[in-house]
């Protein structure tokens, strides 16, 4: 009678719940090298650099995209509510070169001719596997910019601010104003930016 170990593999570990930059910059390399996947670069490039939702970033219309400025409006269905997110110069380069490709459609990654982002979740899915970093899904580069950005010296408000939380842990009692937030939100999302 023979007895088998059972190991577990990495292959079939949980969900990572996170991605390390050094994962996202390999998997950032697969997709500029195949034309085919330039809107899963453009989407890993977006939700890696300003953590947004995904369901924000399809719902996110031309108009609400501020080139001028460098932010957007994120009109969210979770929390019911709306905020600013300033962005850097790399994800503004983006949404500018997807807003020439793309000029006649309202939406940034217009749902209504394929499914933009069902398709580019299913290549995510693909090429995370093949650098091993597991079965993962967009989630986690919303998970790995919050942990970038919860740096030491981030006022929980602003943090708040960025990610879109209404409500702020009662770690510590912020006195910033708005207007102060905001500004400490464009600083930190400038120098937040990876990819």
């Known amino acids: 009678m023979t007895t088998q170990l059972h190991r577990t593999s990495p292959e079939i570990s949980e969900n990572p719940s996170h991605l390390s ?7 950032l ?3 500029d090298q195949d034309f085919n996947k330039q809107n899963l670069s453009d989407i890993v490039r977006i939700l890696a650099n300003t ?22 409006q994120v009109v969210s269905r979770k929390t019911m509510y709306k905020r600013n997110v300033p962005v850097g110069p790399k994800t503004i380069q983006v949404f500018k070169a997807r807003h020439i490709r793309e000029p006649k459609s309202d939406f940034a990654f217009d749902e209504g001719r394929g499914g ?3 398709l580019a979740s299913r290549q995510f899915r693909i090429v995370a596997k093949q650098l091993g970093v597991g ?18 010296g981030v006022d929980p408000a602003v943090l708040s601010l960025i ?10 009692r ?9 500004a400490c ?3 930190v999302m400038a120098r937040l930016e990876e990819f």
């Not at 990610?163 to 510590?172: N, S, V």
């Not at 912020?174 to 905001?182: E, N, R, V």
């Open 185 to 187: 939100a464009v600083t």
């Open 135 to 152: 079965p993962v899904s967009f989630h986690a580069l919303r998970r790995s910019f919050a942990l970038r950005l919860a740096s030491p």
């Open 174 to 182: 912020s006195f910033l104003t708005l207007a102060q937030k905001y």
């Open 21 to 27: 930059n050094e994962d996202i910059r390999r998997l």
């Open 29 to 31: 390399v697969i997709c």
């Open 163 to 172: 990610l879109g939380y209404k409500m702020i842990l009662p770690t510590r």
């Open 116 to 118: 933009i982002l069902s």
């Open 51 to 72: 953590g947004l939702r995904v369901g924000e970033l399809r719902d996110l219309c031309w108009s609400n995209v501020n080139f001028t400025k460098s932010l957007i």
